[in-house]
Every structure is written in C-alpha cells, then in structure tokens.
C-alpha cells in the first residue's frame, strides 16, 4: 500500500454520493457494480459533485435493469438540452448478472437499491445492493450496538491519555 493512500481507499475511485439511508433501512445482502448510461450534463452535474440517492431504487424491466428516483440536479450553466432530474437511468450489467441479480431479487421481500454512486478511471458506477427490509426492533437493536461500540471507542481513547 502506498503511504499517502488512506486505509480502505480504492485507487482510481472519486465517491459522488452515498446512500446513507440504505444501511439503516435495509439488510444488505450482495452487492455489484454497475455502469450508468448518462447524457453530457448529467456527467458535468456529477463532476461537479452534486447528486441524491436516498430515495432511488431499481427495477428489473426484461433484460435490463433501470434506477429510479435518482436525483440529478440540472447543470448549472447547461442550456435548454438540459436533463430532466430524476429521469430513469438504464444500469449497464451482463445478461448473466441481470439473470443472478433478478432471481434473488424477486423472492419476497428483497429490493434492488443503489447505494454509493462514484466516478471509478472516469466512469460513472453505481453500487447496487440485494436487500431487504429491516423492522423496526432490528433498527432499535442496531442503533444500540452502534452506540454501545461508540462508548468503548470512547473509553479506550480516555485510557490512551
């Protein structure tokens, strides 16, 4: 690892947005990149930094797997061919990811959901999930967990000085 890499950092990739929602919301399962088909725009928007993920999901329409509720704000200094913000992107994956994705996708209770979106070598790629719901004691029991591992971070910071 190169030393003025950070530890978990992927080399090449620029995060736009992540979907903090997902992981409260949702029981991540399986994840897999996929490409985004976009229009001139929508990528200078993208550079530019600004995108929202927390409401958008996929769908799985035939062959081809689309997002929807992605929210990409207009570009600031396009003109009239300026896109529409939360138009249905088409997700570029292999027939055979579609075929593994929609089978577990279709079982009950199971969503498609993106949950970062990030430039990767100058590619638009989103990281779509296989998740299901969480009720809401699995969200009490994690939020407990969470802060039960905040307090012992805490402790042990406290006891180093």
Not at 55 to 77: F, H, R, T
Not at 80 to 96: D, S, T
Request: aromatic share 6%; with cysteine.
């Amino acid at each position: 690892m190169a030393r003025n890499q950070k530890k978990g950092e992927d080399d090449g990739i620029q995060v736009i947005c992540r979907n903090k929602r997902a992981f409260h919301e949702y029981e991540i399962s399986d994840r897999l990149e996929c490409g985004v088909v976009l229009t001139g725009t929508e990528v200078k928007s993208l550079r530019d930094g600004h995108a929202l993920l927390e409401d958008a999901y996929a769908k799985i329409e035939g062959d081809e797997v689309w997002m929807l509720n992605s929210d990409i704000p207009e570009y600031a200094m396009g003109n009239r061919m300026n896109h529409k913000p939360k138009r249905p992107r088409k997700l570029l994956l292999h027939r055979n990811e579609i075929r593994k994705f929609a089978a577990k996708a279709e079982q009950k209770g199971y969503t498609l959901v993106p949950l970062r979106l990030y430039f990767k070598e100058g590619r638009a790629k989103v990281e779509l999930a296989v998740a299901s719901g969480k009720k809401m004691y699995d969200k009490r029991e994690a939020a407990k967990k969470a802060d039960a591992q905040r307090d012992i971070q805490r402790a042990m910071r406290d006891r180093r000085r």
